[in-house]
């Protein structure tokens, strides 16, 4: 595939620049192809979960199954409130303020990370999402703190299909979600199948007039 070429050619040359690389995966199929990816020239990189306490439990499950496979360095993220402290709190802000609710467990636990690092590499497909459209494969990330990093999208233009057939060539599992007809799986009270078959993050916050966690801006984090 010339797509893989190219890819490791990025990879390879924006790991080359790096001195404190880093990777935030969901373990979704695009997310597990990158990590292959980088894993083979970067097999030390930091591999960032955002564990909101909100996952399936065959997410969970997968992720374990895949740092078993693999090996890789393994850091869970977890908000500064359990889920349990928070819901005694605020209840389900899910429902009543699902962006808060990410502010709260994704966003914040992830900015606070990223300061350690200065590449920033990702899953991101221009084909997940209208809001992700006109990704570059090369971006840059300005934390609220002011940090600057590189954030770096190796599949920007691969279609699903594309991940899917890395994935089978490669004899690597996919998350078992996907054969239940989800298409972009996040926090399990905030994911459905897609409402628009064309749209794949349609069932993500569904009815919300939400399309993004508020990690990835592109290019206006912060």
Not at 44 to 49: H, R
Not at 76 to 101: F, I, K, M, V, W
Not at 151 to 170: H, I, T
Not at 207 to 219: M, Q, S
Request: charged share 25%.
């Amino acid at each position: 595939m010339d797509k893989v070429k190219a890819v490791k050619t990025l990879v390879g040359e924006a790991l080359a620049q790096s001195q404190n690389p880093c990777f935030t995966c969901s373990f979704q199929a695009e997310d597990v192809a990158v990590l292959h990816l980088l894993l083979e020239l970067r097999p030390d990189i930091p591999v960032l979960f955002l564990d909101t306490g909100y996952h399936f439990p065959e997410v969970y499950a997968y992720r374990d199954e895949m740092q078993r496979r693999l090996g890789f360095c393994l850091v869970n993220l977890t908000p500064a409130l359990s889920r349990e402290e928070q819901e005694r709190r605020y209840g389900n802000l899910y429902q009543s303020d699902p962006h808060r609710c990410c502010q709260i467990r994704k966003v914040e636990p992830l900015f606070q990370a990223l300061e350690a690092y200065d590449t920033w590499f990702t899953g991101l497909r221009r084909e997940q999402s209208p809001t992700r459209a006109h990704l570059q494969p090369l971006e840059e990330a300005l934390l609220p703190s002011g940090h600057r990093l590189k954030k770096v999208n190796p599949l920007y233009d691969w279609s699903l299909k594309e991940v899917f057939a890395y994935l089978a060539v490669q004899g690597l599992p996919y998350l078992p979600l996907y054969d239940q007809g989800y298409l972009s799986i996040g926090c399990a009270p905030c994911t459905a199948k897609p409402l628009d078959p064309n749209d794949p993050r349609s069932g993500r916050w569904a009815g919300k007039g939400k399309l993004e966690c508020g990690i990835h801006l592109h290019g206006k984090e912060g």
